[in-house]
């Protein structure tokens, strides 16, 4: 049975950051190279020098792959599939690395360039993962419709002089609650396209619980413009806020060397255009909307470029991000269900 070795993700120190095919030799060759350098060295301390210096000129292993964390990943999984041991590491650059003994690299290669050719990338896939975040408001609605709690309605909507009055609470809750079965269920096919977009370039639990503080800070900017008994409630505040986040995480990956001020600004124009076309409507909350895309155009500027592009390994940190987003919104409910 062939032995399997996992395969570790680390940084690499600086000393041998990147190396390229051209630094690589096939294994006789190297031998042959270091026994003819200790043959020529013409006495023991040159010659530990000399060959300390040659050491650290070769890399311990052969780079095979380079590219983002999905890739990589699957390219980890093929190798782990054949017994080939190897391991990964992140260039301080961003990309990803998998590194395996000189003896296999053409091995490993040769296994790589068939797991592309049979399994031809997809542009675009959606997932599971937007489902625990509808979760929320999923709930929340469910339980104000069934009348189960008959004042759950009156306690969560966002009313403009109660939030101002310090029932700040109220920002939150209202993010939950819907009008109608139809308000719903526009909210969380929206939502569920959009949050699908936005797992594509990061993971959704590294960014959720920040859109939804941003989609509550713009519930009381509405109450704080509008200063009257405006209420307002519904989960479109929060999809607005993700569509303003996916456009500037489009912004900054727009190549440097692209011409004209539009053609750089057409991820940004296009999320406004879509904003507008989907935010106008009967009962529409616009102020509610407008303020949402606002705050979560601020959330794309949160993760790094580099993540971003090249992908980021899930870790324990995002189990921390997923029980603040749910936390979130469970002392928003405390404190209304409090306040009666």
Known sequence: ???????????????????????????????AVQSAFQESAPSSTEQSSEQLAFEQQTPPDIRVSEGGFKQIRDESLVLLSQGIAHRIERSEDGPFQIFVDPEKRRTAQFQIRLYHRENPPLPLKFSLQPLWVLLVPIICTLIDFSDAYPQLHNMGISDAGKILRGEWWRTITAITLHGDERHLASNLVSGYLALSLLHYRIPLAKLVPFLAVGAAVANFFVALTVQTNFRALGFSGFVFAVIGCLAVIEFRLMPRETHGMLRRFAPLCGAASLAVFLGLGENADILGHLYGFIAGLLCGFIPQKKTLRWGAPSDTTDIFWIIAYFALFAIGWAFALSSF
């Open 1 to 31: 049975m062939p032995r399997f070795m996992s395969p570790m993700i680390r940084r690499r120190p600086s000393a041998d950051k990147v190396y390229t095919e051209s630094h690589t030799v096939d294994t006789n060759e190297s031998r």
